[in-house]
């Protein structure tokens, strides 16, 4: 069984390499799995506590600055996880390659050379 191990403990199975979750545990002991997307803020009273958006609030056993490097390296691999994803895209299910997007001198606009991956935005009309 493949397990994931932060700050040097063994928390729970690996889910396909990477999760959307952190895994935190409760002061009285249970593992849990929290989206750290959903965090407002945490404070340390002298026990860590993590409040959600909604109000609801956690008391776990790591040190804030455990908590905080947790998130951290949570959202650092959903931005390398996208990286990937642009790089390497996977093969589509149904044979075709993905849509891949057109270089920037291959546009029927404007030649735009000098602006690498900028997307022009314009201004809704209400």
Same mark, same amino acid.
């Given at each position: 069984m493949n397990t994931m191990k932060t700050h040097g403990r063994?928390?729970?199975?690996a889910l396909q390499g990477w999760t959307? !979750?952190?895994?935190? &545990?409760?002061?009285?002991?249970? !593992?849990f799995a929290l989206?750290?997307?959903? !965090?407002?803020?945490?404070?340390?009273t002298p026990d860590t506590v993590i409040t959600l958006v909604d109000g609801t609030k956690y008391v776990v &056993?790591?040190?804030?600055?455990?908590f905080v490097a947790l998130i951290?390296?949570?959202r650092a691999s959903v931005v390398a996880e996208a990286q990937c994803? !642009?790089?390497n895209p996977p093969p589509d299910a149904g044979g075709e390659a993905p849509h891949?997007?057109?270089?920037?001198? *291959?546009? *029927?606009?404007?030649?735009?050379s000098g602006t690498d991956n900028v997307v022009p935005l314009y201004r809704r009309e209400r």
């Open positions: 063994v928390l729970a199975p959307s !979750v952190i895994l935190l &545990t409760r002061l009285n002991g249970p !593992v989206n750290p997307d959903l !965090v407002e803020r945490a404070d340390c &056993t790591e040190s804030l600055a455990d951290r390296d949570y994803l !642009v790089h891949q997007p057109r270089p920037l001198g *291959d546009s *029927d606009g404007p030649d735009r």
